[in-house]
């Protein structure tokens, strides 16, 4: 494993092969990092919240969980969680989204950020509007959602085991919001020796 940090409003794409784990490391805490899988055979079939919580039936998955494709197949399980506070109902932040609710205009986000380091493997940012929001926390309520500040400690880890091969992408949040506890920051990530593809930093 080789341990990468991605810097705060910056992505990375990497490979792993069935079996293989990598983990996901929040290290000053209360900081989103946005996930996209694909299968590597065939990236149309991709990472899918809304089948993984009708596999798993939550919306908080964890350590035993499985997330599930557009197709129903397993990609990766939460071999280990730390946190246990994660969000499968939110897209990945954008120049919208950081514009009209964060303030930032004239930047972008995590979908953009996705969408540069996936290009090269053939993957549009049409095809990147869903994710697992590591560490992010949202809220519902009589069925109106909303976004929290994230309870992950520094320190927090998810461990990740790929069950198939595959193609994965995480930014690092650009929401200089309470999705971030106010203020934007980096994320760590230990992942096989030689499986980057791209990164934008
Ligand atoms: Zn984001």
Redesign the pocket.
């Known amino acids: 494993m080789v341990r990468e940090r991605v810097p705060e409003k910056h992505g990375i794409a990497f490979e792993v092969d069935r079996g293989e784990r990598f983990e996901v490391i929040d290290p000053k805490g209360s900081q989103?990092a946005?996930l996209v899988a694909f299968d590597r055979s065939d990236t149309t079939e991709r990472f899918s919240p809304k089948y993984t919580y009708r596999r798993e039936n939550k919306l908080r998955p964890t350590t035993g969980d499985r997330l599930y494709t557009t197709e129903g197949e397993p990609i990766l399980t939460f071999v280990d969680d730390d946190c246990g506070v994660h969000d499968l109902l939110y897209a990945?932040?954008n120049h919208w989204v950081v514009g009209d609710y964060y303030g930032q205009t004239g930047e972008g986000?995590?979908r953009e950020n996705l969408a540069e380091v996936l290009e090269g493997e053939g993957i549009s940012e049409a095809e990147i509007q869903e994710t697992l929001n590591v560490f992010m926390k949202s809220e519902i309520d009589d069925y109106e959602v909303r976004i929290a500040e994230p309870e992950s400690e520094p320190g927090d880890t998810v461990v990740f085991e790929a069950e198939m091969d595959a193609i994965v992408g995480i930014?690092a949040?650009?929401?200089e919001s309470t999705?971030n506890a106010g203020g934007t920051k980096p994320i760590d990530l230990d992942i096989p020796d030689g499986s980057v593809l791209a990164r934008n930093f």
């Open positions: 989103v946005d990945p932040c986000g995590c930014a949040c650009s929401g999705v």
